[in-house]
């Protein structure tokens, strides 16, 4: 079964400062991976999508993720975080021959604060 | 662009009353998906469709139902709403390529 994993619930960085938010997911397949951001009494949107095409994927607002296989991660990056960037973020799996199209599994999500 | 949109934004039930959430889509997607959201355990699938006419369970289908009696629509059911069941829910579509699901703005149920 599918399962993704963020590593740290909350993550505080300063204005400027590089963002890492961390996901690791385990999967029988080869996966979908996405990165989602949900801003305060919004719903999701999605930031980043690999899909077996790059590792490296660049997405909106200056964010960009890296599919390492061998450690089975996807760890979301941003060289200089902004105020806006205040957000829950969201990684998630997806099986591209489950047949049930996009039947997204999450994880628990980030909270990422951004402080001057 | 409307998208998907999602009725009620939020509401307050009693336990033991019948609700319906209301989910439309305007984008012709094939399948679409009904989320809970609760602190710390991300979101969780409830049911999905892959086309009109077919549903299937997700990872928390107990206490709730739905339909797709046609594209555009995918309205969940709670028969008799329970405490546990309170918990923000999202609705969301995706194309038959399957790379995006879109989601809406959700929908805030208390049960009390």
């Known amino acids: 079964a599918q399962s993704v994993t963020q590593l740290g619930s909350h993550v505080s960085v300063s204005e400027g400062a590089l963002v890492l938010l961390r996901c690791n997911y385990s999967s029988s397949v080869p996966p979908y991976l996405f990165w989602y951001v949900q801003y305060p009494n919004q719903g999701l949107q999605l930031l980043l999508k690999?899909?077996?095409?790059?590792?490296l994927v660049k997405g909106i607002n200056g964010f960009e993720a890296e599919f390492k296989k061998s450690e089975t991660s996807f760890h979301l990056t941003k060289p200089s975080a902004h105020m806006s960037d205040a957000a829950e973020y969201f990684c998630a799996v997806s099986d591209p021959f489950s047949g049930g199209y996009n039947k997204l599994i999450f994880g628990a999500g980030t909270r990422l604060a951004v402080h001057p | 662009i409307a998208g998907i949109t999602q009725a009620p934004t939020s509401q307050i039930l009693a336990a033991g009353r019948r609700m319906t959430l209301r989910c439309t889509q305007d984008m012709r997607h094939n399948a679409m998906y009904w989320y809970r959201q609760d602190l710390g355990l991300g979101l969780r699938l409830i049911h999905y469709?892959?086309?009109?006419?077919?549903?299937g369970k997700g990872e928390v289908p107990d206490g709730y139902s739905v339909s797709r009696a046609n594209t555009d629509d995918f309205p969940l059911t709670l028969a008799s709403a329970v405490p546990s069941q309170t918990s923000v829910y999202f609705c969301?579509?995706?194309?038959?390529?399957?790379?995006?699901?879109?989601f809406g703005q959700g929908t805030r149920l208390t049960v009390v």
């Open positions: 969301a579509s995706s194309d038959e390529q399957n790379t995006e699901a879109f």
């Open positions: 469709s892959n086309t009109a006419g077919t549903t």
């Open positions: 690999y899909t077996s095409a790059a590792t």
